[in-house]
Nanobody, 122 residues
Framework: QVQLVESGGGSVQAGGSLTLSCQVS?????LAWFRQPPGKEREGVAA??????VYGDFVEGRFTVSRDTAKNTLTLQMNSLRPEDTAMYYC????????????????????WGQGTHVAVSS
């Protein structure tokens, strides 16, 4: 059973930066960040495995996802933050291989962290 613990959320002004981290225990084929803005559905932010890294269209080059297998951590570096980036951010893990087009679809992920909140003020 994979366990995931996020950290690094907080409040920042528009244009600022935040780094989210996820401590991962157990095997995972792919890891991803999802987010759920207030009153909206959860959406994929970024996903990574040994073969590919993908980002949601709204990222527009502002975020970078990375995976440190030695430290068992997943990191999301977020720059040029906007008020619309305000959301609860979740780390997720998938045990099975999947096509790259599915990496940002939440139904393919088996384990989830409890989330960390990011608030961006204008």
């Amino acid at each position: 059973q994979v366990q995931l613990v996020e950290s690094g959320g907080g409040s920042v002004q528009a244009g600022g930066s935040l780094t989210l981290s996820c401590q991962v225990s157990g095997y995972s084929y792919s890891l991803a960040w999802f987010r759920q803005p207030p009153g909206k559905e959860r959406e994929g932010v970024a996903a990574i495995n040994d073969y590919r890294t993908v980002y949601g269209d709204f990222v527009e080059g502002r975020f970078t996802v990375s995976r440190d297998t030695a430290k068992n951590t997943l990191t999301l570096q977020m720059n040029s933050l906007r008020p619309e980036d305000t959301a609860m951010y979740y780390c997720a893990a998938a045990r099975r291989a999947m096509g790259w087009s599915l990496l940002l679809q939440e139904q393919y992920y088996d384990a989830w962290g409890q989330g960390t909140h990011v608030a961006v003020s204008s």
